[in-house]
């Protein structure tokens, strides 16, 4: 494939930075929810993503930066998940061992900025390692896939070139938060089934511990 094929297909980096800047909008906006880490270490972290992203698009996918996104993701993705542990960690001992201190409002911002968190990192995770990441999946139709997606099944219905896209993986992670198991995309790969175990775990202790302890004890 040539260097103009492979820059009109490169992915666009608009829909997953989008993303970013809305759940940090949220973040910053949720009034008294518990975090593990200052508050500053989240608008780094978003700027070490954004920073990389800019330049796959400013280059039409030079290699480097490619590299540099997915492993910046990947890294940043691995301490979300040991930073997220740490806070359903704090906030069950508070439900738990200390309900009476447990302000409604504090859990519900809590669990909201937790849950809407977890869906994009798994989102932005399932996007980089599925086949080997976008970069990949951009200019070898054949890589093996982490995932299968029911659209290949009716090809007359899809563009030739028909390949997932951040969207794409932006619903898979939404749907494994919320259903708790696959939906549409079928996990192919132990690394793909492991991730999507984490997540739900993740949304289950969220939705069903957190979230329910926290409606309850709002006053009628």
């Known amino acids: 494939m040539n260097a103009p ?24 906006t949720l009034p008294g929810h518990v975090i593990a880490l200052p508050v500053w270490v989240s608008y780094l972290a978003t700027l070490a993503v954004l ?12 290699p480097v930066w490619v590299s540099i996104e997915r492993t910046i993701i990947i890294l940043f993705a691995t301490i979300y998940v040991a930073n997220t542990i740490v806070q359903l960690a704090e906030m069950v001992g508070i439900v738990t061992l200390h309900p009476g201190s447990a302000a409604p409002l504090s859990l519900l911002t809590s669990s909201v900025a937790i849950w ?21 999946r951009a200019s070898d ?6 995932w299968v997606f029911p659209q290949p099944a009716k090809p007359e219905d899809l563009p030739p070139d028909w390949r997932p896209l951040f969207l794409d993986y932006l619903y898979l992670g939404y749907n494994t ?5 696959p939906t549409d995309a079928l996990p192919l790969t132990r690394r793909a089934k492991m991730l999507m175990m984490i997540e739900s775990t993740i949304s289950l202790l969220t939705m069903v511990i957190i979230l329910s302890r926290a409606i309850n004890i709002i006053p009628s």
């Open 177 to 181: 938060a919320t259903a708790f198991s």
């Open 51 to 62: 920073v990389p992203m800019v330049g796959v698009a400013l280059t039409a996918g030079n």
């Open 5 to 28: 094929d492979q820059a009109s297909r490169e992915e666009s980096r608009w829909p997953p930075a989008l993303a970013i800047l809305l759940v940090l909008f949220l973040m910053a």
């Open 141 to 146: 139709l054949s890589a093996k896939p982490d």
């Open 116 to 136: 809407v968190a977890n869906v994009l990192t798994f989102s932005m995770l399932y996007w980089q390692i599925d086949g080997g990441g976008p970069a990949v």
